[in-house]
């Protein structure tokens, strides 16, 4: 099983970040952060590295659910988000897989949250 769910899309980045944030709302996420991982790496290494977004996804009821079931599963939260430039400058969107890495985790509570997130970001990556 993969850890992720992607898709290249005919969007430029910025279009790409914007739609994804849209779509990510029609499935009841908001995003919590953004993390301009190109920005970060030119500010604290000096280097050039491609466009490379991180969004911070959120789905306030099922994250309360999962932190009701498990205590420690905020470590896992937010739903990570990315956005990237590719090396042959195409636009790829991938999200996190819940099932996958929810694996590590015995609790059998959290088998239902992590399905219907993992369902939800399908639906995300697949409308982008």
Known sequence: MKYYIEKITNYTFDQAVEKV??????EGFGVLTQIDIHDKLK???DVDFRK????GACNPPA???ALQAED???????CNVIVQE?????VEVAAVNPIASMMAVENQKLTTIA????????RVIAAV
């Open 21 to 26: 944030t849209d779509e990510l709302k029609k």
């Open 43 to 45: 500010e604290k290494l």
């Open 52 to 55: 490379y977004r991180i969004l």
């Open 63 to 65: 994250a309360y659910q």
């Open 72 to 78: 420690k599963i905020g470590t896992m939260l937010p």
């Open 86 to 90: 590719t090396l042959d400058k195409k």
């Open 115 to 122: 399905e219907d997130i993992t369902s939800r970001l399908e």
